[in-house]
């Protein structure tokens, strides 16, 4: 069964910067469009961004030219780089993959942005 494992969230000052990684394991990753939400206490989640099969990407608007989503097909893992961060960046970052059939999501990372 594949299963999705996030990392590499963290407390880091505002302007800092964190790279979160989303392993996959009990499948390939290359068929999957993989996905980063976020979800703060109260709220619905938030899409942040995603990458198709192709490598191609995309980014809400609150993140774009802030944040950079990237894969790894031959480590299984997918990669959210963030950059600039905000106090409003904080909130449990979500990894999510799909095809057509599957629909897996991972536990989620903590990310903090505070002085």
């Known amino acids: 069964q594949a299963q999705l494992v996030e990392s590499g969230g963290g407390l880091v000052q505002p302007g800092g910067s964190l790279r979160l990684s989303c392993a996959l394991s009990g499948s390939t990753l290359n068929i999957y469009t993989i996905y980063w939400y976020r979800q703060v206490p109260g709220k619905q989640r938030e899409w942040v961004a995603s990458i198709l099969t192709s490598g191609s990407a995309n980014y809400a608007d609150s993140v774009k030219d802030r944040f950079t989503i990237s894969r790894d097909n031959g480590e299984n893992t997918v990669y959210l780089q963030m950059y600039s961060l905000k106090p409003e960046d904080s909130a449990v970052y979500y990894c999510?993959?799909?095809?057509?059939?599957?629909?897996?999501w991972g536990q989620g990372t903590q990310v903090t942005v505070s002085s």
């Open positions: 999510n993959a799909r095809t057509f059939i599957e629909n897996i």
